[in-house]
């Protein structure tokens, strides 16, 4: 099942399924309403929409499009770049100002309780990119609190239970509100992610599933922050 030709063969008519799984936080934010605008578009697509921090492996056909966040290693992926997602270190004013010593550097994180990302890669470390004259930087965490929810580390963090490395999209609201702060480490910051959309590098890629990712492309903001 894919597509035809109306009668007037002057637009493509999409049929079908389209089975999409992305990461739960992001999802919830950009991708749900855009599904939901592709299928009033496309009144005879039926959309599946699993929304899993997990990494699914497309090859076992699951799923026809995954929308991941992260940095490409799986050269059996065949992926279009949908925007850029940068990420910060977060915690809350009211908790920096009860610290009495100063963070400058990364490896001050270190002297504080930090939150981890469950799913991060590699596991429990956070990577700076240097600027200037300074080397990269990976710094090994022994996380106070781990979770698979972006949710629960902003949480945490706005609660003052430690420090987290967010993306911007998911901290911005509390950002706004004066809930949580963006701590500045002169010279290094966290690199941006990048927002994918994956398919597997075999598959002939259907109507459907193009017209979804060229919908993506046209919808998705340059920058998720």
């Known amino acids: 099942v894919g597509c ?6 002057q637009s493509e008519i999409l049929r079908g399924t389209l089975r999409v799984n992305g990461p739960r936080s992001f999802g919830q934010r950009y991708l749900s309403p855009l599904m939901l605008a592709f299928m009033q578009v496309h009144p005879q697509i039926n959309v599946v929409l699993d929304l899993d921090d ?20 799986d050269s059996a992926m065949k ?10 270190i ?4 009211a908790w920096l100002r009860r610290q009495s010593r100063p963070i400058i550097t990364p490896q001050d994180l270190l002297e504080y309780p930090l939150l981890g990302y469950a799913h991060a890669r590699p596991t429990q470390s956070w990577h700076f990119v240097a600027e200037a004259n300074q080397k990269p930087l990976n710094l090994s965490l022994s ?22 490395a967010l993306p911007h999209f998911l901290a911005q609201d509390a950002l706004h509100s004066g ?10 910051q966290l690199p941006s992610d990048t ?31």
């Open 90 to 93: 977060f915690c809350s004013p």
């Open 4 to 9: 035809v030709w109306d009668a007037a063969g």
């Open 143 to 164: 996380p106070r609190l781990l979770s698979d929810s972006g949710e629960v580390l902003r949480d945490a963090a706005i609660k003052g239970l430690g420090i987290a």
């Open 54 to 73: 997990r990494y699914s492996d497309l090859r076992a056909g699951d799923y026809d499009l995954s929308v991941r966040i992260g940095r490409l290693k």
């Open 79 to 88: 992926a279009r770049k949908l925007a850029d997602s940068p990420r910060g």
């Open 179 to 188: 809930e949580l702060i963006e701590l500045s480490l002169p010279g290094y």
């Open 195 to 225: 927002l994918y959309a994956l398919y597997p590098e075999t598959v002939a890629l259907p109507a459907k599933v193009r017209t979804l990712i060229d919908f993506l492309v046209e919808q998705m903001p340059i920058s998720l922050s």
